[in-house]
């Protein structure tokens, strides 16, 4: 008996010291907001160096969907916070980063650089646009999609246990990137003859494009 009650403690140790299986699925979403606070007004809301600041100062700006997929978090890490100062980044045309970039490590926590090297990368494998507002979404979504579909988009929904169904899960970047954006808008309006119910009439058409780009934020 004592020893089941050890091996349990145990286990339950053991079970919440592991760590989480995937990332955080809303780090990109969190990243989104503050790469549009402090990030977009040099590199530009789609990373691609065209922000408007970075014209005022005439900066030579990188595609940020093209180098940050080649590299590591460390790297990142280290450019983002500026931590080591100029440093030899062996893969750009520049081979070193100028003091153009500002240090942001100050300035954000971890887990908000966390954030920021999610969405990038999100930036760097996404094929479809983000044409809504994912804030606006985000708050519909928990309203009116969680039940099904999981606060993270898991598919593993309060409502998956009551009544049988399997509603799609928003986390898999390969099916998500598959569907257009016209395709998941119109899926969401229409629904199907099962359980996903239509939502035209009760979402416009703004609300929709805003849930469809917080959908795709929570894919990795
Ligand atoms: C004042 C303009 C400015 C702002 C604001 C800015 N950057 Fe940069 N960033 C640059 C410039 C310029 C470069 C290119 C530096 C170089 O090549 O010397 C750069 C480079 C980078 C790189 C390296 C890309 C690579 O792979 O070579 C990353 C990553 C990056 N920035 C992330 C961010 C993030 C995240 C934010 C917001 C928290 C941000 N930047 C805000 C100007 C800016
Ligand atoms: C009553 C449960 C339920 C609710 C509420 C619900 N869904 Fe669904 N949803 C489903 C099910 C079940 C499927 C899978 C349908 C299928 O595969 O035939 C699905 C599929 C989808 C798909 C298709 C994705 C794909 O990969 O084909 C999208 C997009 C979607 N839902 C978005 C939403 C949005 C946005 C909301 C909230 C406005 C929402 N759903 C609310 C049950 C639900």
């Known amino acids: 008996m004592r020893r089941n009650v050890v091996a349990t403690v145990f286990l339950l140790a053991l079970i919440s010291s592991l760590p ?31 922000g408007p600041l970075a014209q005022n100062l005439d900066l030579s ?25 100029p440093i030899v980044t062996g893969r750009d045309r520049h081979n070193l980063l100028t003091d153009a970039m500002p240090d942001w490590g100050k300035i954000f926590t971890d887990s908000q650089i966390d954030a920021l ?5 999100f930036l ?12 606006q979404g985000a708050r519909l979504y928990k309203k009116y999609c969680a039940v099904c579909h999981g606060e ?12 049988t169904m399997e509603p799609a899960d928003h986390t898999n970047s390969n099916t998500m990137n598959r569907l257009s954006n016209d395709e ?35 894919s990795q």
């Open 61 to 85: 700006m990188i595609d940020l969907t093209l180098t940050v997929r080649a590299r590591s978090e460390t790297m990142l890490r280290t450019i983002i916070t500026g931590d080591g100062g």
């Open 20 to 50: 989480a299986l995937a990332i955080d699925p809303t780090t990109a979403f969190e990243g989104q907001r503050l790469f549009v606070s402090h990030c977009q007004l040099c590199h530009g809301p789609d990373g691609k160096g065209n």
């Open 117 to 121: 090297i999610a969405y990038m990368r």
């Open 184 to 218: 998941l808008i119109e899926f969401i309006y229409e629904g199907n003859d099962e359980y996903m119910p239509a939502w035209r009439g009760i979402l416009n058409q703004d609300e929709v494009e805003a849930l469809v780009s917080y959908i795709r934020l929570l």
């Open 124 to 135: 760097g494998s996404a094929k479809h646009e983000l044409l809504g507002d994912p804030e």
């Open 152 to 163: 993270e988009g898991y598919g593993d929904g309060t409502m998956t246990q009551l009544i």
